[in-house]
């Protein structure tokens, strides 16, 4: 309930900023107009509500209980009841139409800010740390969400609360209202060092809870190499001083809690003891009546409320403010490789020219230097060279997952930047090194590569890569939910839903990246036959990582330094006695002392 | 855990007085404020009206004092006996054996370290805020009830609703947001797998599709914020209305009682002022219950893994390593074992294995015939079902845990490394091993060579938000981690298996001088790494079918070939070509 949210000093808006955010989020408000109007009304109607208690009280004091009029003191209680009727409906629409308001706004947001997150360009990603882009979605849209749910009303609440009650009080006397503000400035200081103090100290708390977490993960998930060591005490040792600075933090922020609470305690009590005292002594001397005094005695808590709990969502507000303005500057981050004005559709098939191709990936360090190579239909391309080579972003540029820097790549004579995104996702198709898989079924991950397919279509995709018969024998067959990332499948047959996307695509060009890691023995065989088929009758450029594989290709092109430096078949390479051939040499050599039975 | 409560008590016992005494300063302040009405400013009193007011000026002054107190104590107990608990649920796990991390979750155990802690500290730190304000509302009552009972009945009338409402509010909207949590959960795992899939999502041009399921899943986060939102609709109005019937049946009745010259003035706003008072507390004590009911919940979900017992402990009088020379003698006699005692087929079915001092022995076997798990069963990180494993003639069961763990160095067939520096790593097993030490074990695992060409070589930091290694880089630190120790028993299970074919030759050479004099049980299927081990047992069916040298297994025994063959077919394909130059 206090310091829960926070901000760090360099994400926090300047003035300038806030002004910047405020006029996009009202823009993105638009729709909404209606609603917001209607929830401003709303909302000043409840708080008039609210304040107009005392004031029956005082009118009933005064008029009736005072004066003996039973009629008077009736017509108070009577309007009384009416008000807080009412108000009670007011209220609850306010809480409804705030919330739809504040929800649909999130969900415009969410869904705005993943569009674009998937209109953004391959070199953006590599850029970005993937965790972080996740943030932007989840923690910066959570603070938003925090202060939808919670934040929202108290705030308009509370400083419509704030400034009505001022304007009461003075109307029904200035002299007690301003008895009232000597106290309010200590309690606005001291409400404003009381924020940046639970600031600090929630910042501190959020990063220890962080360490803290990450250290009980770590001793859950390496408790058997813990064990294995003996390390227990160490470990325990170390966890409980990390737990210990985590106490140390909130006690921080306890601390900052207990001396702005009686602050605030001590102004408001101590208020109604002036409003008593000096009140009182205005009665006696007939300037005032006592029904006033009751009604300031009863409104002082609409004064000092307001602020304590503004002063909480103060920081509630500057963390939305400042993921609010992380999302914003993600939605403007510009859109790199988009369709064209009038693209055309990518004939239906034809060979692959790479036309003098440079690229890079910051605009320094060339990745590819003057790559010029063709590659006719139904040919298939093996790229070899070390990492780092630029062999993988070679094909990717083939793929149109990148723009090259200069040059151009053209698929039956069309360049792929004048290529509809849809003919070129038909038509040319990566399959990625490891078989990444999505939560859902089965069926739905082959179904990734074309939202449309039908599931027979589907079953066609998976049988073309011979794995039909093995999920379809599970006992929740094709439907069976893959689980966190496909836990549940190895990693074999990952790859070969990987591949089972590419079959039902059917594309005219495959580009496939070998996995170099290690699969069981059995699938191995699997994946390598599905893949085989697969190229059958396409134009392919896979990046080799195998020897075998090299061999079979029609041709091999070794990339070293960003350059294409050697093209030809196996064996005029093998001939060639260059690059290619020392790295067949190594790679005999390496293999050790080769068992065959 | 009832212990942990237990030793609070003095904190919660204190919190509790420094709450009543708040209380009592907080509840006179409307007693005099109805006083200085009644006794200063109606009858026009001017020095009456002075002392009244320096007396409700005193009663702030305590109550601000008492309120910041209350609070302090409050929440410095809950924290601290969140903070205990949480050090004893973590050493508690680090004593759990092998076979119960094998069946629980990581997410679980973390949620109940987290989730359920917090609502323990919840509901700790409403303890004496609650008894406080408990209290109050007793105190008040009697309070009025000697000032006019029958006001007293229609102005609290209505406040008990505040209570119930309150309980039944937080009990609505806990599933609710409890919901919203969930499918906030499950839109993050979209927009993560979306995005560490992006090579995926671009490649096959699937963005519409999953820009479809984002849709659907937002839809679900809005329609669970709005269920939300309509409980609270639905209960804050009512909660706010309720002191309101009190406030305004005062007026009304009191009001008429006042003309008629049965009631003062000041109890009329001392009532008013009480109701105010009484809101707060009455809808805490709504919240705790349901918060209580809460926390018990959590409260068991801890204690079921603090009552578990760690089975494999040291038994009474554990022995130390006995002290031979040459150390290191492994003898397996009839062990019987299955991971789920009685219900599976065992996976070590009467396994006899003796291996002498210094001598390196491979196992060799497909997977699941029990290679892995005579690794696990000599550290005792499983007990046997039958038969005895002796380290140097003792049964590992009457040896004291620490020196049998210390003796052993196992390197994982999945490498685990800790988020610190790599040379905090490696001294894993002795954290006073010098620079030296360090640097020699990383050199005969292999490792030194790229530890050096780190940023920050040595003191690089590893892990989560650290460096990241190659699956090879990891395990040769691993190796080196094992190499530190010097144990009696060095077990390699699969370490090299994700190493650089052209590096492993390297590491094989170290591991040469490593396992001289040691000895060693290496499980390996690349025939150069089997090829270190003096003797190869081949195993199937949790029993040895075969043993004898390499090249005798090679020569003779069919079953050997078999499965040397899967496994060279496999290294052939996975060499990397194009990694080598």
């Known amino acids: ?597 | 855990m009832g212990s942990t409560l237990h030793h609070q008590w003095k904190g919660v016992a204190f919190g509790v007085l420094v709450g009543l005494a708040w209380t009592v300063a907080r509840v006179s302040v409307p007693a005099l404020v109805g006083g200085a009405i009644n006794q200063a400013i109606e009858p026009g009193d001017k020095s009456a009206l002075v002392r009244w007011t320096v007396a409700i000026a005193a009663a702030a002054a305590m109550a601000g004092l008492f309120t910041g107190l209350r609070r302090y104590w409050a929440f410095k107990v809950s924290r601290r006996t969140e903070t205990e608990l949480r050090d004893r649920f973590f050493a508690h796990l680090q004593r759990l054996p092998f076979a119960y991390h094998d069946q629980v979750q990581t997410g679980d155990l973390m949620s109940r370290a987290n989730t359920d802690l917090q609502q323990i500290q919840f509901f700790v730190v409403m303890i004496p805020l609650t008894i406080s304000n408990f209290v109050t509302v007793v105190a008040v009552t009697v309070i009025l009830f000697t000032i006019d009972p029958w006001l007293t009945v229609l102005a609290l009338g209505s406040l008990p609703f505040v209570n119930v409402l309150a309980k039944r509010f937080s009990t609505r909207l806990h599933p609710q947001v409890m919901t919203i949590q969930q499918e906030s959960a499950q839109l993050a795992s979209v927009v993560e797998e979306t995005v560490s899939g992006v090579r995926v999502v671009k490649g096959f041009g699937s963005q519409r599709v999953q820009a479809s399921r984002l849709r659907a899943e937002a839809d679900d986060v809005y329609n669970a914020s709005m269920a939300a939102a309509r409980v609270r609709a639905r209960y804050l109005p009512a909660l706010e209305l309720l002191p309101n019937i009190g406030l305004i049946l005062v007026l009304f009745y009191g009001g008429h009682q006042v003309i008629d010259g049965s009631l003062s003035l000041g109890a009329l706003v001392a009532f008013n002022v009480y109701i105010a008072l009484l809101i707060w507390p009455l809808r805490m004590l709504g919240q705790i219950v349901a918060g209580g009911q809460r926390a018990i919940a959590s409260a068991q979900r801890v204690q079921a893994v603090l009552a578990t017992d760690p089975t494999i402990v040291d038994r009474p009088g554990a022995l130390p390593l006995p002290d031979v020379r040459p150390p290191g003698a492994v003898r397996f006699d009839n062990v019987r074992f299955g991971y789920q005692a009685g219900r599976n087929v065992p996976v070590l079915d009467g396994l006899d294995l003796t291996i002498a001092p210094g001598e390196s022995v491979a196992l060799v076997g497909a997977t699941g015939t029990g290679k892995s798990t005579i690794a696990r069963l000599l550290p005792r990180f499983y007990d046997v079902d039958g038969g005895a494993v002796l380290l140097d003639g003792v049964d590992v069961r009457d040896l004291s845990l620490r020196e049998l763990r210390r003796g052993i160095g196992l390197v994982f067939e999945e490498t685990f490394l800790f988020s610190d520096t790599i040379a905090n790593n490696i001294a894993f097993a002795d954290l006073d091993a010098d620079d030296e030490d360090i640097h020699r074990a990383a050199r005969l695992a292999g490792a030194h060579e790229f530890i050096e060409q780190l940023p920050e070589g040595y003191r690089t930091e590893i892990g989560e938000r650290g460096f990241s290694l190659s699956g090879g880089q990891r395990q040769r630190i691993a190796i080196a981690r094992a190499i530190l120790a010097d144990p009696r028993v060095l077990i390699l299970d699969d370490a090299t298996s994700a190493v650089d074919p052209t590096k492993e030759h390297e590491i094989r050479d170290a591991l040469g001088e490593v396992m001289r004099d040691r000895t060693t049980i290496v499980i390996a299927h690349r025939p150069a790494a089997i090829a270190l081990a003096d003797r190869v047992v081949l195993l199937d069916g949790g029993r040895i079918v075969a043993e004898g040298t390499h090249a005798t297994l090679l020569a003779t025994n069919d079953a050997y070939r078999e499965v040397l063959a899967a496994a060279e077919r496999h290294d052939h394909e996975t060499e990397a070509v194009a990694d080598v130059g």
């Open chain 1, 1 to 597: 309930m206090w310091a829960e949210a926070g901000v760090a000093q360099e994400d926090a808006l300047d003035r300038e900023q806030a002004r910047w955010v405020m006029r996009r989020a009202a823009s993105m408000l638009r729709p909404y107009r209606r609603q917001v109007v209607l929830a401003a009304v709303l909302m000043t109607l409840s708080t008039a509500a609210l304040l107009a208690g005392p004031f029956y009280v005082r009118y009933g004091i005064d008029h009736g209980i005072s004066a003996g009029d039973t009629g008077a003191l009736n017509v108070a209680v009577f309007a009384y009841v009416i008000t807080a009727g009412l108000n009670y409906f007011v209220y609850r629409a306010v809480l409804v139409v705030v919330s739809k308001v504040g929800e649909g706004f999130l969900r415009d947001l969410r869904v705005r800010v993943f569009d674009h997150l998937q209109r953004l360009s391959m070199p953006f990603y590599d850029r970005e740390k993937a965790g972080v882009l996740v943030s932007r979605m989840t923690s910066d849209v959570d603070s938003l969400a925090e202060l939808v749910q919670m934040g929202l009303v108290m705030l308009a609440v509370n400083m419509l609360l704030l400034v009505l009650s001022l304007i009461v009080l003075a109307i029904v006397s200035w002299q007690l209202m301003l008895v009232c503000l000597i106290v309010l400035p200590f309690v606005v200081a001291a409400s404003i060092r009381f924020q940046r103090e639970s600031n600090r100290a929630y910042l501190t708390i959020r990063d220890r809870i962080g360490h803290t977490l990450s250290r009980l993960q770590e001793g859950i998930s390496g408790v058997r190499v813990i064990q294995a060591y003996g390390r227990q005490d160490v470990e325990v040792e170390r966890f409980v001083a990390q737990s210990g600075d985590l106490y140390d933090a909130h006690m921080r922020s306890v601390r900052a809690q207990a001396w702005y609470l009686p602050v605030v305690e001590f102004a408001g009590l101590g208020t109604t003891a002036l409003v008593i005292g000096v009140g009182g002594s205005l009665v006696i001397s007939d300037v005032i009546t006592i029904g006033t005094v009751a009604f300031f005695v009863l409104t002082l808590g609409n004064l000092f409320e307001p602020i304590q709990q503004l002063s909480q969502l103060f920081n509630t507000v500057q963390s939305a403010g400042a993921g609010l303005k992380k999302l914003f500057e993600l939605l403007d981050t510009p859109v790199d490789v988009a369709e064209r004005p009038g693209a055309l559709d990518l004939p239906e098939e034809g060979p692959i020219e790479v036309d003098h191709v440079s690229f890079s990936y910051t605009g320094t360090v060339a990745v590819l230097q003057d790559v010029t190579l063709t590659i006719e239909a139904g040919e298939r391309l093996a790229l070899v060279g070390p990492t780092g080579a630029g062999k993988s972003t070679l094909a990717k540029i083939v793929a149109r997952l990148y723009d090259p820097t200069e040059g151009s790549v053209r698929f039956a004579g069309v360049d792929l930047r004048n290529a509809t995104q849809r003919s070129l996702r038909q038509r040319i198709v990566v399959v990625p090194q490891e078989g990444f898989l999505f939560n859902g079924t089965i069926r739905d991950n082959v179904r990734i590569a074309r939202g449309d397919a039908t599931d027979d279509e589907i079953d066609d995709a998976l049988r073309a890569v011979g794995i039909f018969e093995r999920f379809d024998s599970l006992p929740d067959g094709l439907g069976t939910e893959v689980r966190e990332r496909g836990s549940r499948l190895s990693a074999g047959e990952k790859q070969l839903v990987s591949l089972a996307r590419a079959a039902l695509v059917d594309p005219a060009l495959l580009v496939l990246d070998e996995a170099t890691s290690s699969l069981d023995p059995g699938t191995e065989l699997l994946v390598e036959a599905a893949m085989d088929r697969l190229m059958e009758g396409r134009t392919v450029v896979v990046i080799a990582h195998r020897l075998s594989t090299a061999e079979r290709a029609d041709r091999v092109g070794v990339v070293a330094d960003g350059r294409l430096v050697e093209l030809g078949s196996h064996a005029e390479l093998l001939a060639d006695e260059r690059h290619y051939a020392a790295l067949f040499a190594t790679w005999v050599g390496g293999l050790g002392h080769p068992v065959r039975p």
